[in-house]
């Protein structure tokens, strides 16, 4: 009696893939490709003996495609729609000659398909969210790259990034931290997005250095990441020095890159440090005669009502990118 070689399901092998190789290739849960099935239609053409189904070539192109729709944006029923060829051709999307053209902010107010209360937002948010809720790294990595490359990083971090990423915190804090898998995976993806987009090299002016650094306690980088990245697509040339600094080395730091500018980051007031602003905004360096001091940049909510004369705390990443071109313009 000839034995057949089976797969982890128990299924013959060669009969097509089962639901959960498909998710693995398709980089999403096996719960949304049942849910594809179940809600849309989107199951195998072929049905199998047994409780376990399996998908063919054919129906994996029908699902590649059902995500690369989806991750654009487009509501699922709608993309299901088109995948099934139910919706009429001109609602397809197509490449043409228009498409190489700047196209306007396109805002839509939907929660279809995320599962996050996104509001009155661009386009590109609803299919980063789409992404980010399925873990489908390609897409989200192609998604946060484009938005980047179309609007420039200041645009694309203000209207694209950071409401996608408020809306991932909003549903973390409502649903007993069972998304905080998304947004670790999200803020990864986003910085991993930051690095990419930076110039890889940016020429040292004397007197012209931007510190960046966390104060002591904090670890929320991201902003600072987003910032150092925006400077240098300037051409600012940038130290960054991440999370959670401790006070002499950040003393270290400023004493020996002798910045134009210090920008600490405080996400919590409970480690936002006055003294510490002040201590830095007072440190002075170079020849007698010719000594010079930082201009220290208070960023983050941790910052309110915590600030003091001297001390600008910019409102938000356009802002503080101006400031900070000001204040090196400036310097000899």
Request: hydrophobic share 45%.
């Amino acid at each position: 009696m000839a034995v057949h070689e089976r797969d982890d399901e128990g299924v013959p092998a060669g009969a097509g893939l089962t639901t959960g190789e498909v998710a693995r290739r398709l980089g999403v849960a096996p719960t949304t490709v049942r849910t594809w099935d179940r809600r849309y239609g989107l199951g195998p053409d072929a049905h199998t003996g047994g409780r376990h189904r399996r998908w063919t070539s054919g129906d994996m192109a029908r699902l590649e495609r059902m995500c690369a729709l989806t991750a654009t944006g487009i509501a699922p029923a709608e993309a299901a729609r088109m995948v099934r060829g139910d919706a009429p051709p001109e609602a397809v999307p197509a490449r043409s000659a228009a498409d190489a053209a700047p196209r306007p902010a396109v805002r839509a107010r939907s929660r279809a398909g995320s599962g996050l209360r996104l509001g009155d937002v661009r386009q590109e948010c609803k299919g980063i969210a789409r992404a980010a809720l399925r873990l489908d790294a390609a897409a989200l990595d192609e998604l946060l790259e484009a938005a980047i490359d179309e609007h420039g990083l200041v645009t694309a971090w203000t209207e694209v990034i950071m409401p996608t990423l408020q809306a991932v915190g909003r549903k973390w804090e409502s649903s007993g931290e069972k998304y905080v898998e998304v947004e670790h995976f999200l803020s990864w993806h986003v910085s991993g997005a930051l690095r990419r987009s930076t110039p890889s090299a940016i020429a040292d002016r004397p007197g012209a250095i931007t510190v960046l650094a966390c104060v002591p306690g904090e670890n929320h980088t991201l902003s600072l990441e987003v910032l150092a990245a925006a400077l240098a697509e300037r051409g600012l040339p940038v130290r960054m020095f991440g999370g959670a600094l401790p006070v002499e080395s950040l003393v270290t730091a400023v004493r020996r890159t002798g910045p134009a500018a210090v920008g600490l980051w405080a996400q919590s007031r409970t480690t936002a440090s006055r003294p510490l602003a002040q201590h830095v905004a007072a440190m002075e360096w170079g020849v007698r005669g010719a000594r010079r001091k930082p201009v220290v940049l208070t960023i983050g909510p941790g910052w309110a009502g915590r600030t003091s004369a001297g001390l600008p705390r910019p409102a938000g990443l356009a802002e503080a990118v101006t400031l900070l071109e000001s204040v090196v313009s400036h310097k000899p």
